[in-house]
């Protein structure tokens, strides 16, 4: 069974750091882009960031420079170091895996569940 799961989410003061996991199971990642997506209450969800499976990285502009996606075949797992974390980053984050790099929501076949971020003093 193809599933994925995010992990590290919480609640984190303006500026502070987190780092989310998204482990992969019941197939490799190896083969697959994998992207970063939140979802704030109300909002459509965005694509944040984007690995693909040769190792080039997206990001969308209101994260440059603050957050990085990584990915570690060997524990088939992609993580998303987050930094100078804002309240705007509040969110629901999911990880997904697709054929094709990309920010766009619709190349992607395979969801996790999603973990929440909430960022607040």
């Known amino acids: 069974q193809v599933q994925l799961v995010e992990s590290g989410g919480g609640l984190v003061q303006p500026g502070g750091s987190l780092r989310l996991s998204c482990a992969a199971s019941?197939?490799?990642?190896?083969?697959?882009?994998i992207g970063w997506f939140r979802q704030a209450p109300g909002k459509e969800r965005e694509g944040i960031s984007c690995?693909?499976?040769?190792?080039?990285?997206y990001y969308a502009h209101s994260v440059k420079g603050r957050f990085t996606i990584s990915r570690d075949n060997a524990k088939n797992t992609v993580y998303l170091q987050m930094h100078s974390l804002k309240p705007e980053d509040t969110a629901v984050y999911y990880c997904?895996?697709?054929?094709?790099?990309?920010?766009?929501?619709?190349?992607?076949?395979?969801w996790g569940q999603g973990t929440q971020v909430t960022v607040s003093s």
């Open positions: 997904a895996a697709a054929t094709i790099p990309g920010l766009g929501v619709s190349l992607y076949d395979y």
């Open positions: 690995i693909s499976s040769d190792g080039r990285t």
């Open positions: 019941g197939f490799t990642l190896d083969y697959y882009a």
